[in-house]
């Protein structure tokens, strides 16, 4: 049993720290895309910003050919672009009240909903 724990537990330790290096590949990525987000829409009347949660779904995707010994020509420059091309409006002063769904229980757990 003792075994299987530390084979458990350095899986899970695996997982963090390959979260980790995407997560901060992805910032050092969105960093540069940033950049070029800037030159792109300098004409608009808002600010841009790379969205982040886009730019982490497609290093997901090529995290392993990025770091595999012959990466595919040009998937650094390809993954660039389109972190540069996924953007969302900087709107300042801009605040409403969230939603914040109520903490008391429903009646009924989803799967054993009583049907009409």
């Not at 458990?8 to 910032?27: M, S």
């Not at 009347?45 to 392993?64: E, P």
């Not at 390809?78 to 300042?92: G, Y």
Request: overall charge positive; glycine content about 2%; some cysteine.
């Amino acid at each position: 049993m003792e075994n299987f724990s530390g084979r458990t537990v350095h899986a899970l330790k695996q997982d963090v720290l390959a979260k980790i290096l995407t997560l901060n590949l992805t910032a050092i990525l969105v960093w540069v895309a940033q950049w070029m987000t800037t030159r792109l829409y300098q004409e608009r009347r808002r600010g841009y910003q790379v969205n982040f949660a886009n730019a982490l779904s497609k290093m997901k995707d090529n995290v392993v050919r990025l770091l595999s010994l012959e990466p595919p020509p040009g998937l650094l420059e390809r993954l660039l672009c389109a972190m540069a091309l996924e953007v969302e409006a900087i709107r300042p002063d801009r605040s409403f009240p969230r939603n914040i769904k109520s903490t008391k229980p429903k009646r009924f757990h989803p799967n054993y909903k009583r049907c009409r």
